[in-house]
Structure formats: C-alpha cells, structure tokens
C-alpha cells in the first residue's frame, strides 16, 4: 500500500522514534509499504517518521544508481551494493569513519529542493534487520549519505538542519510555503 508522505510542517518529523524491541507483523507490513511508498516517490531512502509514525526504522535501496556510485565493506571485505539491497535499518548506530564532504540531497518531505550537505563519506552501521537480528557493515559514497540522512531522520534531525545558511536563506520562500501548505492541511 502506497502511503502517504509527510511533508515539512509536520510536527511528527521533529519527532525521535521510539526504539523497536520486536518486529511484529504490523511492522513487516510497515516496512513493505514504506518500500512501495519511497519506489513510487522514486526516493533512495524513506524513514518512518516520513509515513507518519516516529519509529527507529528506515528502508533505503541505491540499487541502479550509476552516476553517484556507493561501496560496501563486509568483514572487512568489499562487497556488492547492489546485492545488499534493498535494506531495511532498524535501530541504526552510526559512527563516522572520516572526515565530512559535500554532496547533494534532496528528502521526499521536501519536494522538489535540494541542497549540498556536508556528511562523512563512510561510515560504520549497527542495526537490526527485519528479522530482528543485528548486523554490522560499512558504506562509502551515496549508501553512506542516504543511511546517515535518514539516521537523522530518526532522530527528528532534517537535512535543512545541516544545509550552509547560504542555501537555507536561498530556499527560505519555498521552506515558508511549504511550511504553511503542511500546517494548513493538518487543520482540515
Ligand atoms: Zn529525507
């Protein structure tokens, strides 16, 4: 089922999601819809809160992505992205392995703007998987960006909060509209 995605203005992405203990199957469900729902929007990564529920769990999928490459290390050893995906993030840890780059983002909670966000370019992840059980890797390039923006997601944290105050003043107009639009239709 297609979900609707929740837009910048409403109050559920500033919140932090609640830690998942057991993957039942109302959040199997979950995650299957909220794959539906990012492959319609044609989005890389959707967090929960983007559905409306503050939750710790994410789905990403980078797969067929050409022109913005990603890497994968397993155990130490270099691995198929591509085979790895799609992945499901369930109470991701997230620890930087070096030093921030700029790259671009974009977030489905706000269309059509987009911005350079400055983020390591690899890092380490600890998670659950839909089986509830943990697992470890590492990820360079558009898998890092997209698992550490919507790690932030998780925790009410939205890549305006990281975008240079140039681009933030740049979108502002947009921001404001959007902002009202969202608060408005809440009211209805
Ligand atoms: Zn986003």
């Given at each position: 089922?297609?979900?609707?995605?929740?837009?910048?203005?409403?109050?559920?992405?500033?919140?932090?999601?609640?830690?998942?203990?057991?993957?039942?199957?109302?959040?199997?469900?979950?995650?299957?819809?909220?794959?539906?729902t990012m492959r319609?929007?044609?989005g890389?990564?959707l967090?929960?809160?983007?559905?409306?529920?503050?939750?710790?769990?994410?789905?990403?999928?980078?797969?067929?992505?050409?022109?913005?490459?990603?890497?994968?290390?397993?155990?130490?050893?270099?691995?198929?992205?591509?085979?790895?995906?799609?992945?499901?993030?369930?109470?991701?840890?997230?620890?930087?392995?070096?030093?921030?780059?700029?790259?671009?983002?974009?977030?489905?909670?706000?269309?059509?703007?987009?911005?350079?966000?400055?983020?390591?370019?690899?890092?380490?992840?600890?998670?659950?998987?839909?089986?509830?059980?943990?697992?470890?890797?590492?990820?360079?390039?558009?898998?890092?960006?997209?698992?550490?923006?919507?790690?932030?997601?998780?925790?009410?944290?939205?890549?305006?909060?990281?975008?240079?105050?140039?681009?933030?003043?740049?979108?502002?107009?947009?921001?404001?509209?959007?902002?009202?639009?969202?608060?408005?239709?809440?009211?209805?």
């Open positions: 089922m297609i979900l609707t995605v929740t837009k910048y203005g409403n109050p559920v992405l500033r919140q932090k999601g609640a830690r998942i203990e057991t993957v039942t199957d109302e959040i199997n469900k979950l995650i299957d819809d909220m794959f539906e319609s929007a044609r890389v990564g967090a929960a809160q983007q559905i409306g529920k503050a939750l710790q769990l994410a789905v990403i999928d980078v797969r067929g992505i050409t022109d913005r490459p990603s890497s994968l290390e397993l155990n130490g050893t270099s691995s198929d992205v591509e085979a790895f995906m799609p992945l499901v993030l369930i109470n991701p840890e997230i620890k930087p392995l070096n030093d921030p780059i700029a790259g671009p983002e974009g977030c489905l909670s706000f269309p059509e703007m987009y911005a350079d966000i400055l983020r390591p370019e690899s890092v380490e992840v600890r998670a659950l998987n839909r089986n509830g059980e943990q697992f470890v890797f590492r990820c360079g390039g558009l898998l890092a960006r997209a698992v550490q923006h919507e790690a932030d997601h998780l925790n009410g944290i939205l890549f305006i909060d990281r975008m240079s105050k140039a681009d933030k003043e740049d979108l502002k107009p947009n921001l404001e509209d959007l902002q009202a639009e969202t608060k408005a239709a809440l009211k209805k």
